[in-house]
C-alpha cells in the first residue's frame, strides 16, 4: 500500500477519534510535539532500527515522550509500532495537522523578508491577512538576505513577491530583451 494513503488513513482515523472525543486540540498539540521530536535524529534512528524490538521501541518512546502526549496518541503510537507501522509516524502527525487546519479554516501563511522583522509588524501583516481572507491564519515568518529588501508572503499555494531581488531579476530581464 502507498506509504501516503497509509499515513492518510491513520490520521483521519485518529481524527475522527480525537473529534469524537472532543480532543481536537490537545491532539494537535501533541502531533506538534511529535513532528518536532521525529526531526532529532537519534529518535528516528532508534524509531526506525529493524535491530531494536518493538517492546524496547514501546519503552523508549514512553520515556521520550511521557507527559508530553495524551493518551489517545499514545494509545495510536502503540498500535503503530505493534503493526510496525512506525515508520509513518512523522507523516501521520504532518496530514493530522492538515485535517485539523481544514476542520478550523486555518490557513498557513508565510512571511518572508530581507532582515528579521518585529513581532509588531509580523501581528499587522497577519492581521491583514486574516481581515482579507476572513479567516483564521497560521503565520510563520522567515528572513533570507537574499531578498536584499521588500517581502515575499505565501498563502497555502499562492505567493506574492514584492522583493527588491524580484524586481531587480525584472528589469534585468527586459534590459536583455
Do not use: C, W
Not at 488513513?9 to 510535539?33: I, N, V
Not at 537519534?42 to 529493524?50: A, G, T
Not at 509580523?122 to 492581521?127: A, F, L
Amino acid at each position: 500500500m502507498n506509504e501516503s494513503k497509509i499515513s492518510v488513513r491513520y490520521a483521519r482515523a485518529l481524527f475522527e477519534s480525537a473529534k469524537g472525543k472532543d480532543l481536537l486540540d490537545q491532539t494537535r498539540r501533541d502531533m506538534d510535539t511529535i513532528q518536532k521530536v521525529s526531526h532529532v535524529k537519534e529518535f528516528r534512528i532508534l524509531l526506525l532500527s529493524p535491530v531494536i524490538k518493538q517492546s524496547q521501541k514501546q519503552h523508549m518512546l514512553e520515556q521520550v515522550l511521557s507527559g508530553q502526549v495524551g493518551d489517545l496518541t499514545f494509545s495510536l503510537l502503540k498500535l503503530l509500532l505493534s503493526n510496525g507501522r512506525e515508520e509513518y509516524i512523522p507523516a501521520i502527525a504532518r496530514n493530522y495537522t492538515e485535517l485539523y487546519k481544514q476542520h478550523k479554516g486555518i490557513v498557513s501563511a508565510t512571511f518572508t523578508t530581507a532582515k528579521p522583522v518585529s513581532k509588531e509588524l509580523s501581528d499587522k501583516v497577519r492581521k491583514a491577512v486574516q481581515d482579507a481572507l476572513k479567516s483564521s491564519i497560521e503565520m510563520a515568518t522567515d528572513d533570507k538576505e537574499e531578498l536584499i529588501g521588500g517581502f515575499v508572503l505565501r498563502i497555502e499555494d499562492e505567493q506574492y513577491d514584492a522583493s527588491v531581488a524580484r524586481s531587480l531579476k525584472k528589469i534585468k530581464a527586459q534590459l536583455l530583451q
